[in-house]
Structures are given as structure tokens and as C-alpha cells.
């Protein structure tokens, strides 16, 4: 067999469908996107040895899926869900529950970045 | 072996090779810029070792016409294309749910020559899964300055979903070209597979380790360097996934003849040394424990006399291979039914995956999780990693078979035929010529 043309034909495979994946990809918008441009600042300005702890407030069955979505698009950095080993707080509310929620996000905390993407707000806090 | 199939265990060689040195960069703090040294320097080394055909030419093998040549490029082609057509369409942007929450977080960790142990610091993400994976990767995305790309680990994924039927193509090929043809589309149309190649997850690549570990043990006798690839392909398979360390030790059972064979013992363990080192170093450095493993105790060997939990995973198994692999009953059906008409026994490779899906079997029955949930979690990945063996082998053993008439008659009428005295004399020339050539060969090497 054409052994060049063989090993050839395996990476142009690969090219194409490199080429439509990006294309695809580019189109689609869902919640880990979501909350990667809401998380920008944060990854932009905390050292990567930051050990976040982390809160979701809003729909209960998305807790889980949103603290791993933090945890992949923060890393390096360390996320956990034990307040007790946190250097910053990262909560990440539910834009219709943040007027109500907003005293217990920053309860004495010294808000470092807050913002809005979409449905939620982003928030930053100090350690209390 | 084919050149295309030597190019191609030269580049999952390379992985391990890759994922090994840098996890020793990390480790002991050596820069990026040395480890990039090293690792080309390995590449061209091995490039130089396993690319020339040594003592098994490709010209060992029958020749086909130019033709026919095409024919089999032309095959080849419109499967890739199809895969490359459905791939990006079942592919997820950030991948399926392990590979952002384990294997693309992991390498994102190991991307940071600081802190990567961090990765050690969750206890829900099983950190003691080994690195082959994600320290590929995390080179990468290092040499590119791209953690964030989500282009890197398609590509990766991508290639080695392609490669692994090529290589099985490849081997068939020469054999019998039908056959290969067949077996080479069970790839492109089963979806399933696709998905999971695309989903980046480390079974496919697991898969492709293991395939490709086996396929050099069939030029063992030929070169005693297929030998060392082999006992390095099934160290790359421990070294991505901790099935891998099972898959290896059954392969070292089924094939313990060829492994430890007088000329070969000394060769197996030496070469085990390699990633044994790399291995080791990593359990060491790993401070938790697996949690199949860490949560089994005495009780779990109770499982075994626990008849509902046999007829659950079979029930399961059978389920699996119905829903997501539908034209692997009716191959395996066909191929059955020609190993009873032509009263031949199943080959080595076929014992090899039934032992394997055995293995994974007991796993699964001795499991100390909620059997159920462990079920639905794993099975259908698990036999992903099986599936391109379950056809090679299927494959290999059907091209062995032979299918001229004229060649089966042939060999009906010599098994009925009494065996005379020129038959005699025939037999005794052809066996003298061999010895001679075997002679030859070996005064050569």
C-alpha cells in the first residue's frame, strides 16, 4: 500500500475534522460558557495558588454541575467546597435571587469583584 | 509489519515517552525548555528504532497489484472522511463530564509547574488515576501557551480514533483485504465509538495502547524489538488508566509463553523496569489511594458466591452490547458459526478479549460500590476499550481462514489422502529447506 499516502490520509482525517469542530464550537453558548466569561476576571488577577471556596445560590440541582464547571475553568487554583480552607469566597447567584441574597454573599466580606453575565452574578469576596 | 502500522506504534510509543518525561519535569523541577530537549531527542531516537522494518520487511508480506493498492487507499479514505464528517458533529465543545471534571482538569492542574499537586487535594476526582493522559497534554498546552484551548484535546482525541482502525486496516490488510474492508467499517458505523473517541475520555486511548501492544506481539519471533514495544505499550496502558494495569496483567497471562519464554524472560523484565520506575514513582507521589481498592475489604469476597450479582452484570454486559454495539451480536454470531463449520478453534487473540471482558466481569462482581451505579457509570465505557480487540481478533481470524475453494478443497483432500511415500519424501525436503533457512537467518542476525 502507499504507505506515505496511508499516514497522510490519518492526519488530513484529523485536520478536517479539527476544522468543522472549531467551526461548531464557535457557534455554541451554553452555561460552562457562561460562567467561563463570568469567572474572567477572577482567573485574570488571582495568583494561581488561590484557594477558592465556593457557593451557588439559586436552582439546587445545579450546585454540583456549577462547582465543577468553577473548578475546571479556575485551574490551577484550588476550589473547594469547605469553608474553613479558603483564601476568597466565589459565590455565583442567581440574578433573581441576588437582591435578597445580597446580605448574606457580603456579610462583612470586602467585595473584591462583582459582576453580571447573562443569568448570574459573579461575586468575589474576602475571607470574613 | 507494515510501515504506517511502525509509524503509528512509534507515535503511541511517543506518547508514554512524552507524558513520562514530563511528569518527571514537574517532579523534579526541570524547565520546559530541557524537557522539550529530551523529548525530541527520544522521538528521533525512537523514530530511528521502531520506523526501519529490521528483520520483517514489509516485502515478508504478499503483494497486490497497483490496483488493488488503491483500492485498499480508497477504502481507507471514505472511512476517515466519515469519521471526520460524524466526529465534530457528536462532539461536545468542552467534552463529556470526565473530561472536564478528571481528565482535561487534570491536565489543566499539571499545566502549572507550581502547583500541580493540587491536583492532589480533591478527594472526588479521582487523583489517583494515572497521568499518560493529561501529562500529554499539559506538555502541550505548555509548548503552546494555551491551557484554555479546547482545539488540543480534540485534535489528540481525534487522532488516535482514527489511528486505531487504521492500524487494525493495516494489519488486515495484507492478509485479506474483504475482511479488512469489513472490519475497518465496524468503526465508522458504530457511532458509539465515535462519540467516545470524541467525548475525551482515556478509554480510546487505552484501547489503542493495548491493540497496538498486541499486534507487536505477533513479530516477537521475527525481532526481538517488537518484544520490548509490546512489554512498553502494555506500561503505557497502566500508565493511563488504572484498568490498564488489569488489561496488562491478563495479557501477560494469555501471551506468558511469548513473554517469558527462555530467550525472551530476560528481555520482559528489564523492559518492565521503564515504566514500572515511572509508575511507581507516581503511586509514591500520589497520596490517595484508589477507591476500589481502598473501600473493599473482607467482605467483598462474599460477592463471589452472590448468584444475583452474576446475573445482573451478565444481564448488564448483554444489555450494553445490544443498545450501544448492535452489529457486534451478529458479527460475533457469524464468526462463531465459522470457527464451528471449519472446526476451528477461536485464536489467541480471541482468548485474549474473552479473558479480558472475564476480568472485568469479576471487577464488577466484586465491586464494593452500589453494583448498579457502577454498572451504569463504567460498562459501556469498558467495552469500548474491548471493542477494538473483540474485531481485530475476530478479524485476524478470519482472514487466517482460508476462503479459495480451490485452497479448502486442497486442504480436504490432503487431510483424506493417505499419506505415501512421496508425500513422505516431499515432506522431509520442505522440512530440511526450512531448517536450512532458519539457519541462514539466524547466522545472519
Known sequence: ?128 | MSTPNRFMIFMAILIGCISSLYFFSLLFYIPLAITTALIVAAAILLFMWILPSGSTPDNNLPAYSNRKEWIGIIVLAYGIIWMAIVAPEKANKYGEWDAYTIWNLHARQLADPQHWKTIFRYADVHADYPLCLPAALAYFMRLMSSPDSLILPFVFHMLITISLPAIIYGELWRKNAVVAAIIFAMFPIQVFYIFQGTSQYADVLLSFFFLCAIICTKYIQQNRKYLILSVLLLGCCAWTKNEGLLLATVMFVVYSRRYFAKDNIKYTLLTLLAPIAVIGTFKIVCPVSNDLVSESGTSTWGYLLDTDRYIMVFNYFVLTARKKFVYVGLLLSIYLILCLVRKKRPGQEFLLFASCLFAYFMVYVLTPKDLKWHLYTSCERLFVQLYPLMLYAIGIDIARMKWNISEILQQKNSQQQPITANTKQKIKATVSTNKHNREKREKKR
Open chain 1, 1 to 128: 500500500m502507499k504507505n506515505i499516502l496511508f499516514i497522510i490520509l490519518i492526519f488530513l482525517g484529523v485536520v478536517y475534522a479539527t476544522v468543522n469542530f472549531e467551526e461548531k464550537i464557535s457557534s455554541i453558548y451554553g452555561l460552562i460558557d457562561n460562567v467561563k466569561d463570568g469567572l474572567a476576571e477572577v482567573t485574570n488577577h488571582a495568583p494561581s495558588n488561590t484557594n477558592f471556596s465556593f457557593r451557588f445560590l439559586g436552582d439546587t440541582t445545579k450546585t454540583y454541575i456549577m462547582s465543577t464547571y468553577a473548578r475546571y475553568l479556575l485551574a490551577p487554583n484550588y476550589v473547594s467546597n469547605n469553608e474553613s480552607e479558603y483564601d476568597t469566597m466565589l459565590t455565583i447567584c442567581d440574578a433573581r435571587l441576588y437582591a435578597t441574597a445580597k446580605h448574606e454573599i457580603e456579610d462583612g466580606r470586602k467585595v473584591l469583584m462583582k459582576q453580571r453575565y447573562n443569568q448570574y452574578y459573579f461575586i468575589e469576596t474576602s475571607r470574613k
